[in-house]
């Protein structure tokens, strides 16, 4: 049995795109439908930079203790049966707004947000069990439903694009693959990836609507935004949809609405949390039991380096330049 601390270490933020501080803070206690995790391991992601840069459309209230996903142990609950049936158990787990974060040696979730893992996952692998690969599952079945055989994703370096690249191999999936210097193209040319596009080339627009129209690419995932958006409404042929899944360059899109109009194109937003809730509850789940089947191979997270959490500034300035090295944990003892 755990015996449950009073106090925590936790990373604070306290003003909009201010500094981070490790401080100890109260350790919360669950409430009706709510489990409190021990953590283990706490990936960074950018959607992570992007809080605490204070991008994020919905503003959140501060003082706030970032961290979206983590994994380690539930070791207390709140009344409820999903608590009851989650308490003891090895999790994957995310953050629920309004709660704090996973930068802490405690997390404060709803009994929803953790995922039981087998002994077989590692909780470095765990802690990177939801964002990444339910996304690239996600993807998969978007050009599944528009019966889609070629698609296009950039930022493709990362651990994202890697995962992508392997479930496109195994079902038989045309995907492009946009990166931003030579050494990732090798990277993912390294993994079997077939088509690789370098966005640094000098040619790299030309490239990008020859191969597109040769493929006949009409699905694409964009997690760049900005001037990549206006890349790909220009590159596209007539009837595509752009998925605009992050907004790495922090950057608006310009784009002519016309070619839009004229062209039958769409631009839409893709954020998992409203995708998920979209699907049925037998859907979700089999998308979850495929995430934990394929951890160690196609939706395997290479993990970079490792940080304690008193180490976070650190942290997070080597992931903000290093992202496609690999994840960046935080690991607790």
């Not at 009073?6 to 909009?16: C, D, G, I, L, N």
């Not at 937003?269 to 998920?276: A, E, P, R, T």
């Amino acid at each position: 049995m755990h015996q449950l601390a009073k106090r925590m270490k936790a990373v604070v933020q306290s003003t909009v795109g201010g500094p981070l501080t490790v401080i100890e803070v109260d350790v919360p206690i669950p409430s009706a439908g709510q489990v409190l995790v021990k953590m283990e391991c706490s990936s960074i992601n950018p959607s992570d930079l992007s809080l605490l840069h204070g991008t994020f459309t919905a503003k959140p209230s501060y003082p706030l203790i970032p961290g979206i996903e983590g994994s380690g142990v539930v070791v207390a609950k709140g009344d409820g049966l999903m608590p009851k049936l989650r308490m003891n158990k090895r999790v994957s787990c995310t953050s629920t707004a309004g709660l704090g974060g996973s930068w802490a040696e405690y997390m404060l979730t709803s009994a929803m947000h953790v995922i039981p893992i087998s002994k077989d996952i590692s909780f470095e692998q765990a802690s990177s069990l939801i964002v990444n690969p339910l996304s690239a599952i996600a993807f998969m079945d978007i050009a599944k439903k528009e019966k889609q055989k070629s698609i296009l994703n950039n930022a493709a370096g990362g651990a994202l694009g890697k995962m992508l690249v392997r479930l496109a191999q195994n079902q038989d999936v045309n995907l492009i693959s946009v990166v931003r210097n030579k050494a990732q193209k090798e990277s993912l040319l390294n993994i079997g990836a077939k088509y690789v596009l370098d966005s640094s080339s000098a040619s790299y627009r030309n490239d990008l609507k020859e191969l597109c129209h040769k493929l006949d690419i009409k699905l694409y995932f964009d997690a760049i935004g900005g001037n990549a958006t206006n890349e790909f409404v220009d590159a596209s042929p007539e009837g595509s949809q752009i998925f605009v899944y992050a907004n790495l360059s922090e950057e608006n899109s310009h784009f002519d609405p016309r070619i839009l109009l004229q062209q039958k194109k769409e631009i839409k937003g893709f954020f998992l949390g409203h995708y998920s809730s979209q699907q049925s509850l037998i859907k979700t789940l089999g998308n979850i039991k495929k995430a934990k089947q394929l951890l160690h191979n196609e939706l395997k997270t290479d993990v970079s380096k490792s940080f304690p959490l008193e180490d976070i500034q650190n942290a997070i300035d080597y992931y903000s330049s290093n992202m496609s090295e690999g994840k960046n944990l935080l690991k607790f003892e």
